[in-house]
């Protein structure tokens, strides 16, 4: 039996991604007890980091080392990914050394090519299209605050980026109804908005989309990669700031999240982290908690494989 993959939130089942929500809340708790728990003793996991991070490295290193495994962090000048090696050689190699991969990349296709080679599950921490695991993270901290998402209604504001994209894909998954509002052409890509059918609303006017919302989320305007049209990007998505106006707009239990990080002052205002309906510093915690939740599926499926 081939490994399991995570490149995208599709990649699982809802009863699955359900399932690795209520693992990583157990899994928190016991955290929080702390109460030694070490599935993973003895395992190894490579982290690939073509984009530089914080969180996921922190995340991802942190959590493999609580469930009793270690972790390999590997940025672009410690390995020969795209400098003349096959993808294709790298995978083969590392996934007879490692246990599991996570890869942090720009193109998808980098990360569908690498787990088409792998023996060892290949876990997405980001690419240029999907955000699977911060998803995730974002899905446990609802469940934690509002119980089950089913049914409400999400806003995402701003940019039609990877983060919106996987909400289209967590849309079909968790069975949300979901209200983008962007600029015409920052639209998420288009075989996401085919997939979400009519679970998406594309708005223009923030306020639109906000109303009634049970969840509000964002993020920068120009990711990594894009600097240079950060001015740019700057005018055009002004009017689409979160602010705890705007958020007065939604559901009296609001809550908002942002993947982070944050620029204040842009994409929010310089005060809605510190409102009591943002749980972005929870969300960020969850990242560890979920990522555990899914290195402890995938590596146990593989193990029994």
């Given at each position: 039996m081939s490994a399991r993959h995570f490149l995208s939130l599709m990649d699982c089942t809802p009863a699955e991604l359900h399932g690795l929500v209520r693992r990583a809340i157990e899994l928190k708790d016991l955290r929080r007890q702390g109460v030694l728990y070490e599935p993973l003793k003895g395992r190894i996991l490579g982290m690939i980091f073509e984009k530089a991070s914080t969180r996921t490295r922190l995340s991802f290193e942190a959590g493999m080392i609580q469930l009793g495994g270690q972790a390999i962090f590997l940025s672009p000048r410690d390995t020969q990914l795209g400098r003349g090696e096959p993808l294709s050689d790298s995978a083969i190699v590392m996934s007879r050394m490692l246990d599991a991969v996570m890869i942090r990349t720009?193109?998808?296709?980098?990360?569908?090519?690498?787990?088409?080679?792998?023996?060892?599950?290949?876990?997405?921490?980001?690419?240029?299209?999907?955000?699977?695991?911060?998803?995730?993270?974002?899905?446990?901290?609802?469940?934690?605050?509002?119980?089950?998402?089913?049914?409400?209604?999400?806003?995402?504001?701003g940019d039609g980026n990877n983060m919106c994209n996987s909400y289209l894909e967590a849309a079909v998954q968790f069975d949300f109804q979901i209200r983008v509002a962007c600029p015409a052409g920052f639209e998420p890509k288009s075989e996401f908005i085919a997939l979400a059918g009519d679970r998406l609303q594309i708005v223009r006017d923030p306020r639109e989309a906000v109303a009634g919302a049970h969840l509000v989320s964002t993020d920068v305007w120009a990711s990594m990669g894009q600097e240079e049209e950060a001015q740019q990007r700057a005018e055009l998505f002004r009017p689409y700031q979160v602010s705890r106006a705007l958020l007065d707009q939604a559901a009296h239990d609001v809550i908002f999240l942002h993947c982070l990080p944050a620029h204040r002052g842009e994409e929010i205002s310089h005060d809605l982290l510190d409102d009591p309906r943002s749980l972005a510093w929870d969300q960020a915690e969850n990242r560890m908690h979920v990522q555990k939740a899914l290195l402890e599926f995938l590596v146990m499926h593989a193990q029994q494989a």
């Amino acid at each position: 039996m081939s490994a399991r993959h995570f490149l995208s939130l599709m990649d699982c089942t809802p009863a699955e991604l359900h399932g690795l929500v209520r693992r990583a809340i157990e899994l928190k708790d016991l955290r929080r007890q702390g109460v030694l728990y070490e599935p993973l003793k003895g395992r190894i996991l490579g982290m690939i980091f073509e984009k530089a991070s914080t969180r996921t490295r922190l995340s991802f290193e942190a959590g493999m080392i609580q469930l009793g495994g270690q972790a390999i962090f590997l940025s672009p000048r410690d390995t020969q990914l795209g400098r003349g090696e096959p993808l294709s050689d790298s995978a083969i190699v590392m996934s007879r050394m490692l246990d599991a991969v996570m890869i942090r990349t720009f193109a998808h296709s980098t990360l569908t090519e690498f787990a088409a080679y792998s023996s060892v599950p290949v876990i997405n921490g980001l690419s240029d299209d999907l955000h699977p695991c911060q998803l995730m993270a974002d899905m446990q901290t609802f469940q934690e605050a509002r119980g089950s998402i089913a049914g409400k209604t999400v806003a995402w504001i701003g940019d039609g980026n990877n983060m919106c994209n996987s909400y289209l894909e967590a849309a079909v998954q968790f069975d949300f109804q979901i209200r983008v509002a962007c600029p015409a052409g920052f639209e998420p890509k288009s075989e996401f908005i085919a997939l979400a059918g009519d679970r998406l609303q594309i708005v223009r006017d923030p306020r639109e989309a906000v109303a009634g919302a049970h969840l509000v989320s964002t993020d920068v305007w120009a990711s990594m990669g894009q600097e240079e049209e950060a001015q740019q990007r700057a005018e055009l998505f002004r009017p689409y700031q979160v602010s705890r106006a705007l958020l007065d707009q939604a559901a009296h239990d609001v809550i908002f999240l942002h993947c982070l990080p944050a620029h204040r002052g842009e994409e929010i205002s310089h005060d809605l982290l510190d409102d009591p309906r943002s749980l972005a510093w929870d969300q960020a915690e969850n990242r560890m908690h979920v990522q555990k939740a899914l290195l402890e599926f995938l590596v146990m499926h593989a193990q029994q494989a």
